[in-house]
Nanobody
Framework: QVQLVESGGGLVHPGGSLRLSCTASGNIFSINAMGWYRQAPGKQRELVASITNGGSTNYADSVKGRFTITRDNAKNTVYLQMNSLKPEDTAVYSC????????????WGQGTQVAVSS
C-alpha cells in the first residue's frame, strides 16, 4: 500500500504564489507518475500537472507558464509551484501516484484547499 501526504494549501491574493508538496511512502514502485488534480465546486475534476520518474511533464493549458511541477525521486516527493494565481485556480488539489507498469495502481492524497481571493 502507498500513502500520500500533502501540504501547502491555503488562502492567497490574486497574483500570489503557493507551493504544494506531496510525499509518498510505503510500497512504491520506481516507475511511476505523480501529479495533481483539482476540483472546484460544481466543476469536473481536471488534471493540473503530472511528472514521471524520468522527469517528463504534462500541464493543463490553463496553468501553462504559471505552474511548475518538479519531483525529488530520492524523497518520493512531488512539488507544484503555483505563481500568478487567479481566482479560477480556487479548488481542492489532490495529489496522486500512478504506477506505470501493470497493474497500474493509482493512489490518492487527502486533498488540500487552495483559495485565491482578494
Amino acid at each position: 500500500q502507498v500513502q500520500l501526504v500533502e501540504s501547502g494549501g491555503g488562502l492567497v491574493h490574486p497574483g500570489g504564489s503557493l507551493r504544494l508538496s506531496c510525499t509518498a511512502s510505503g510500497n512504491i514502485f520506481s516507475i511511476n507518475a505523480m501529479g495533481w488534480y483539482r476540483q472546484a465546486p460544481g466543476k469536473q475534476r481536471e488534471l493540473v500537472a503530472s511528472i514521471t520518474n524520468g522527469g517528463s511533464t504534462n500541464y493543463a493549458d490553463s496553468v501553462k507558464g504559471r505552474f511548475t511541477i518538479t519531483r525529488d525521486n530520492a524523497k518520493n516527493t512531488v512539488y507544484l509551484q503555483m505563481n500568478s494565481l487567479k481566482p479560477e485556480d480556487t479548488a481542492v488539489y489532490s495529489c496522486y501516484l500512478r504506477d506505470l507498469l501493470p497493474p497500474a495502481a493509482v493512489y490518492w492524497g487527502q486533498g488540500t484547499q487552495v483559495a485565491v481571493s482578494s
